[in-house]
Nanobody, 119 residues
Framework: QVQLVESGGGLVQAGGTLSLSCAASGSIFGLSAMGWYRQAPGKQRELVAL???????NYADPVKGRFTISRDYARNTVYLQMNSLKPEDTAVYYC?????????????WGQGTQVTVSS
């Protein structure tokens, strides 16, 4: 069984900052990538940022230069620091982890946390 516990999020004015964290536990052997996705009302879920085992992060273009993803390998925790927030960043943010399960990988998701940016 895999548990993902998210924290952070909330309401902030445009230009403000928020941070998210997600701690993974349970049967997480083979843990590879950890990351964040978001889903705005009426839109599909989209990648925000991902950090693989190698530690080289990947960001979606809309958040480059504003968001920073980091990972604590010892605590199996991923963080997302969000600066210069915009109203269009408003969405439910989901933690994602990938576990190596031969022959491929399997995705697990957090429960989601709301981020609301007011103009």
């Amino acid at each position: 069984q895999v548990q993902l516990v998210e924290s952070g999020g909330g309401l902030v004015q445009a230009g403000g900052t928020l941070s998210l964290s997600c701690a993974a536990s349970g049967s997480i052997f083979g843990l590879s990538a950890m990351g964040w996705y978001r889903q705005a009302p009426g839109k599909q879920r989209e990648l925000v940022a991902l950090i693989p085992s190698s530690g080289v992060p990947n960001y979606a273009d809309p958040v480059k230069g504003r968001f920073t993803i980091s990972r604590d390998y010892a605590r199996n925790t991923v963080y997302l620091q969000m600066n210069s927030l915009k109203p269009e960043d408003t969405a439910v943010y989901y933690c994602n982890i990938q576990l190596r399960r031969s022959p491929g990988t399997r995705d697990y998701w957090g429960q989601g946390t709301q981020v609301t940016v007011s103009s």
